[in-house]
């Protein structure tokens, strides 16, 4: 466990370095900061950065202002959402505290206005599709949609109970519909 956190090497004496359960405690604290989850789409943003820093022959660690700012262009230019984008600058934060380079709270001054230009994208950037509330009229104009695309009636049927029932009782998609037979509402869940 001590390449994930070289702050606390095993090499390097520290205060506490001579009791074991301490160390073992603070590194085990340190790795649970994260939820497996975390851990996976960090590592997926850290990859990136790495990627980045190879390609353009830039040190990964520390990071500077303008290493951050070209790689907030780079994701840019690969088309990631700001939501990914900020993920990713949480990954390279989190990949300089494993590598025991601290990093102040905030994105430096240029690498923040890069971002927020993100936000502000031009002519020909990718749009962020609205959610509209659904309302009787689309309610009416999807069962048309369903008549006029699904064959089989069995399925127009469902289809139609589906979006009524979502409609009527204001659920998500993910609340009536599931992946799995083990999620999504159940009819032993109705009662009338």
């Known amino acids: ?8 090497p095993m090499e390097r004496p520290h ?7 301490l160390d073992n405690n603070t590194r085990q604290l340190l790795l649970n900061s994260l939820a497996p989850a975390s851990h996976q789409a960090y590592r997926t943003g850290q990859a990136c950065y790495r990627n980045f820093c190879a ?4 040190p990964e660690c520390p990071a ?12 840019y230019g690969l088309g990631l959402s700001l939501a990914t984008a900020r993920q990713y600058l949480a990954a390279v934060r989190r990949l300089h ?18 971002l927020q230009g993100y936000q502000t994208r031009g002519e020909g950037a990718h749009q962020a599709r609205q959610r509209h509330a659904i309302t009787a009229d689309l309610l009416l104009r999807l069962k048309a ?16 109970a589906a979006a009524t029932m979502a409609f009527f009782c204001a659920l998500r ?10 999620r999504g509402l159940r009819r032993d869940e109705l009662h009338i």
């Open 1 to 8: 466990m001590a390449e994930l956190f070289p702050g606390f």
């Open 15 to 21: 205060p506490c370095g001579d009791h074991s359960p």
């Open 55 to 58: 390609t353009f022959r830039l």
């Open 64 to 75: 500077t202002d303008a290493t951050l700012t070209y790689f907030v262009g780079h994701m």
């Open 97 to 114: 505290l494993e590598r025991g380079y601290p990093m102040p709270p905030g994105l430096p001054p240029y690498a923040a206005t890069a």
């Open 145 to 160: 949609g369903i008549i006029d695309t699904v064959v089989s009636v069995w399925d127009q049927r469902c289809l139609w």
């Open 173 to 182: 998609v993910s609340e009536y519909l599931g992946s799995t037979a083990r």
